[in-house]
């Protein structure tokens, strides 16, 4: 599937811009994937941690929510909520996705259990 390998790889070079230092440049590159494909967790999900990064709570939490409503059981886009809501101040939101984070990686280790675990500490 071309497409998707093109989007993947155009969130690989944004991530790589911001890496490099230019937030600016990572986020527009993202902003433009999530327009032309809104069903692409990946995107969402990068879009999120970088407006993290920079202190942008308000936006990281709209891209996280976008990836969350995609894939609600991923590990990590509910860790990445616990900690945005932190940020934002909510003791209760953060820890109940910091819950999700956990059981979603209690599945993960059902599922798997021969593989090394990500050993998730979300109690903060």
Known sequence: MPDLEETQ???EDATFDFTMGDACIALSKLENIVESHPDS???WHALCEIRYSEKQYAEALQA???AHALDSDDLFIN????RIWLELGSKEK???FGAQAKIADWKEQLK???QEQTGLDVSG
């Open 112 to 114: 798997n259990p021969d």
């Open 41 to 43: 967790f990946a995107a």
């Open 94 to 96: 953060a820890e109940h």
């Open 79 to 82: 860790t990445s909520l616990s």
């Open 64 to 66: 996280a929510e976008k």
């Open 9 to 11: 790889s155009a969130i």
